[in-house]
């Protein structure tokens, strides 16, 4: 999505006391939006919830392991689906782009009884390959040969791709592909009891996309060309070096 509207050349440029009062103006529609975050949070955690009947199982390193052992002791398990299909040479870019934020936050989330996980229907041994590579340490396990992707919303069938709209994110999904992102969360009551919370899809897994809080911040914003979204966004183990900056034109020349 390109969030570059005003842009950067010939942009306005105002006195501080004209700057100031448009920055309150601005600061009052931001505090608009933290109250309205803040609200949706607590109906987020108002929502009923759903009991997972299924015995879900998953390839882990240390062995099989079912949903309710990947809360390690905590009462919150906090899931990314992570598009990585079987036979697949790598993961997906963009989920990648949301993993790399995931080893800072672990620590954070585990004080909060918070566990956090990555799960892919790619064999294990594929996975691991690509976890070293990548250097994650967050724990990561393959749902493979089983219908859990399938039943949260995230992997399709041949026969679904092939009829071109997919029912993805609590909707009918107009672009094709095996493999869509999400966010799912359960909850494990004392009796050992798991229970599906919530799940978000499409861009709603921007909340896992830190670097994009900051580049909204910033003049050029999100800097993404109409159309393309992240068509920039590479494994961070293959971007060339970022470009230097250009010097500025001097003051008088022709270029300036």
Known sequence: MNTT?????NHPVVPKEQWLAERKTLLAREKELTHLRDQIARERRAMPWERVEKNYVFDAPEGRRTLADLFEGR???????FMFAPGWEQGCPSCSYMADHADGMKVHLAHRDVTFVAVSRAPLAEIERFR???GWQFEWVSSHGTDFNYDFGVSFTPEEVTRGKLDYNYGE?????????????????????????????????EVMMGTYNMLDLTPKGR????????????????????????PAAAAGSCCH
């Not at 993404?224 to 250009?246: F, I, L, N, T």
């Open 5 to 9: 509207e005003a842009g950067t050349v």
């Open 75 to 81: 009462r919150q398990l906090l899931m990314q689906h």
């Open 132 to 134: 070293r590579r990548m």
């Open 173 to 205: 999904w107009p672009l094709a592909g095996e493999e869509w992102p999400g966010i799912s969360v359960f909850y494990k009551d004392d009796a050992g009891e798991v229970f599906h919370t919530y799940s978000t899809y499409g861009r709603g897994v």
């Open 223 to 246: 800097d993404e060309k109409s159309g393309q979204g992240m068509a920039w966004v590479r494994h961070h183990d293959r971007y060339e070096p970022a470009p230097a900056a250009k």
